[in-house]
C-alpha cells in the first residue's frame, strides 16, 4: 500500500512543480504584496480581541479582563445607537443610488466621445479631483458656501437673506454626496471605461447594418457587455456600505449639523481617541459594522448570484 502513495505523491509533486515553477518570478515578486497584507491586515485583527475585554494599557491586551459581549450590549441600548445607525444607512442608501451610478453614465457619456483629444481632456479633467483632499475641498465649500463666501454674497447683494448651507441640517447630505460624486466619480469611471473598451466593435457594426439606433445599442450592447464589471462593483461597493467617509465626515461636520452627519465612522472617533480610556467600547461599535457590512456583501452577492448565475464573486 505505500507504493501507490509516494508514487501519487510524487506525482502530484511533479505537477505542483510544473505549474509553479514557470511562473516562479511572478511568485517572487508577490511577495511583498503578501508580506503587507499579513503585517498590516492580518496581525492586526488580534486587536479585535480588545472588543470583548476591558482593556488596559498596563495589562495589555491577552492580560486585560474578559467582559464578553458587555461593549455591544452598551451600545445596542445606548441612545446613540439609533441616531448614528439612521444616519449611516440613509447617507448610504443616498450614496448608493446617486454615487454609484454617477462614474457609469460619465463613462458612458465618455465613451461616445469620438474626438480623442477631447476625450482625453474630459477624462483628465474628471479624475483629477480624486487626488485633492478632503481638507482642500472642505475649504472649498466653505469659502463658497458659508455664511460670508461667495455664494452669499451674491444672494445677498441680489437683495436675499443668507442661507446656511453649511450650518443647516437639510443643507448637509446634498452637499454630502455632491461632493462625493464630484470628487470620485471620474475616477471611478476609469474602471468603466476599460471595461467598454473591450467590448467588440463589430457588434456596434452589426447592430447598427440592422437598423439599430444609439439607444438600442446603448441598452442591447453596451450596458450587457459591462453588466459583469458593474455587478462585481456593485458587490464590492456593499463592502463599505456602512464606510460613508471618515474623512470626508471630519472635514464637513459641525455641531450645527452633527444630528444628521454622526455615522458611525465619525461615532467611532469621538469615543474612542476624543474620549480617555474608552477603546474597548469603539473596537466593539467597530467589529459591529465589520459584521454587518461582512453579511451585506454575502447578501448582496446571493442575490446577483439568483439575478445571474455568473454576476456573483464566488
Known sequence: MSTPIRTRNKGVAADFRKKILPYKAFYIMFIPVIIYYVVFHYMPMCGILIAFKDFSFKAGIFGSDWVGFEHFEKFLNNGDFWIV???TVLISLLRTVFSFPAPIILALMINEVKHNAYKRAVQTITYLPHFISWIVISGMLYSLFSGSGAVNSVITKLGGNAVGF??????YRVFFIVSAIWKEAGYSAIIYLAALSGVDQQLYEAAS????NGRQQLFHITLPSIASTVSTMFILSFANVLSVGFEQTLALIN????NVAEVIDYYVYRVGLLQANNYSYSTAVGLFKSIIS???VLLTNWGAKKIDEESGLW
Open 294 to 296: 461582512l453579511a451585506l
Open 209 to 212: 447594418l440592422d437598423g439599430a
Open 166 to 171: 453649511l450650518s443647516e441640517e437639510k443643507y
Open 85 to 87: 445607525m439612521k444616519n
Open 255 to 258: 455641531s450645527s449639523v452633527m
